[in-house]
C-alpha cells in the first residue's frame, strides 16, 4: 500500500513540474515573440526610423462642381534627422497621378509659383531636417487608397511611406476646419500652409462663401503675406493674393468647398482665428482655429546609452 501512495504522489509531483516548466516556457516564449515583432525594413537597428512622411490629412473628400469636379488637395511633411539639414528628398505617389487623371501639382509655401506637375517633387529639408509640400490634385480624381512615399536623396537613401486616400463626395457636418490644425513653419522662411475645409447645408449650394484669416495674415511680415489657392478646371490657381480674405468662394452640390491658406513667410508662432460666412442670408458664420508652431526638429535619433 505503501509503495501505490509513493507512486501516486511521484506521479503527482512530476504533473505539477511539467505544468509548471509549460507555463514558464509559455509565458518565456510569448515574451520572445513579443520582442521579436518584425521590424520595418525602413527602420535602424534601434527601431527609429531616418526619415518620416505623413499626409495631412491622412484622408480627403473630393469636392468641386463642374470643370473642377472630383479635385483634391493635401499638406505633406516630411521629417528627417537633422543630421541630413538642407539635403534632398523626392515624394511620389504614382497611384495618385493616375488616379486624377495625370494631373498632380506640388508647391512649397515659400514658392507656390515654381510649383512642378507630374507624379513626384523634391525638396529640400531645413535645418531641423523638416520639409513641407502642398498637393494638389484634379479635377477628376477617383475615390481610392494609396501609398506616398518620400526617399532621401543622400545615403542612406531611405524611403518611407504613409497611407492616403481619396473619398467620394457627400454631405458633410456643417463648420469649417483647418487641416492640419497645426503646423511647424519653415526654419528657413518661417513659411506654412493648411487645408481650409467648409461644410454648409447641401441646400446652400453654389453659395458663395467669404473665407477670413486676418490674424495670420497679421503674424506673417514678409510680403505677399498670406493668399488664397483653389482648384479650377486647368489646376490650382490663385484666388485671392496678398489679403486676409478671400470672397466668392463657391459651394459644391454637398454644400462643401476648400481653398489652401500659404504664409509666405516670417509668420510668427501662436493661435489664429479662421472665420467662413455665407455671403448671403442667413450669413451663418462658423469658426476654427489653426496654430502656427515655431520650428523644432521631430525626427531625432535616440541618444545611444
Not at 513641407?132 to 531611405?158: K, N, Q
Amino acid at each position: 500500500m505503501t509503495s501505490v501512495m509513493e507512486r501516486r504522489n511521484l506521479v503527482a509531483g512530476l504533473a505539477i513540474f511539467i505544468v509548471a516548466i509549460f507555463a514558464f516556457t509559455g509565458s518565456a516564449s510569448a515574451r520572445l515573440a513579443h520582442h521579436k515583432r518584425a521590424k520595418s525594413p525602413l527602420s535602424d537597428p534601434a527601431g527609429h526610423e531616418t526619415c518620416i512622411v505623413a499626409a495631412m490629412p491622412s484622408s480627403f473628400m473630393d469636392q468641386g462642381e463642374f470643370g473642377a469636379a472630383s479635385s483634391i488637395a493635401d499638406v505633406v511633411e516630411v521629417e528627417c534627422e537633422s543630421v541630413y539639414a538642407e539635403k534632398t528628398v523626392t515624394i511620389s505617389d504614382e497611384e495618385l497621378y493616375s488616379q486624377c487623371d495625370k494631373r498632380l501639382y506640388w508647391a512649397t509655401p515659400s514658392a507656390y509659383d515654381d510649383k512642378v506637375t507630374g507624379p513626384s517633387t523634391k525638396v529640400e529639408l531645413d535645418n531641423d531636417g523638416n520639409a513641407t509640400v502642398v498637393l494638389f490634385g484634379g479635377p477628376s480624381c477617383a475615390a481610392a487608397s494609396t501609398l506616398m512615399s518620400a526617399h532621401l536623396d543622400v545615403a542612406p537613401y531611405t524611403t518611407t511611406v504613409t497611407a492616403f486616400e481619396v473619398l467620394p463626395p457627400r454631405p458633410t457636418p456643417p463648420g469649417v476646419s483647418a487641416s492640419p490644425e497645426k503646423k511647424i513653419e519653415g526654419e528657413f522662411e518661417s513659411d506654412v500652409a493648411t487645408i481650409i475645409q467648409v461644410e454648409f447645408p447641401p441646400v446652400f449650394a453654389e453659395e458663395p462663401v467669404n473665407i477670413n484669416a486676418a490674424q495670420l495674415y497679421s503674424r506673417c511680415h514678409i510680403s505677399p503675406r498670406t493668399f488664397f489657392v483653389g482648384m479650377e478646371e486647368d489646376g490650382p490657381r490663385v484666388l485671392a493674393y496678398e489679403t486676409e480674405e478671400l470672397v466668392g468662394l463657391k459651394l459644391d452640390n454637398d454644400g462643401n468647398a476648400f481653398v489652401v491658406l500659404f504664409g509666405t513667410a516670417s509668420c510668427a508662432s501662436g493661435p489664429v482665428m479662421i472665420e467662413a460666412s455665407l455671403e448671403e442670408a442667413p450669413y451663418t458664420t462658423y469658426t476654427s482655429e489653426f496654430e502656427v508652431l515655431p520650428p523644432v526638429p521631430t525626427n531625432e535619433a535616440p541618444v545611444a546609452g
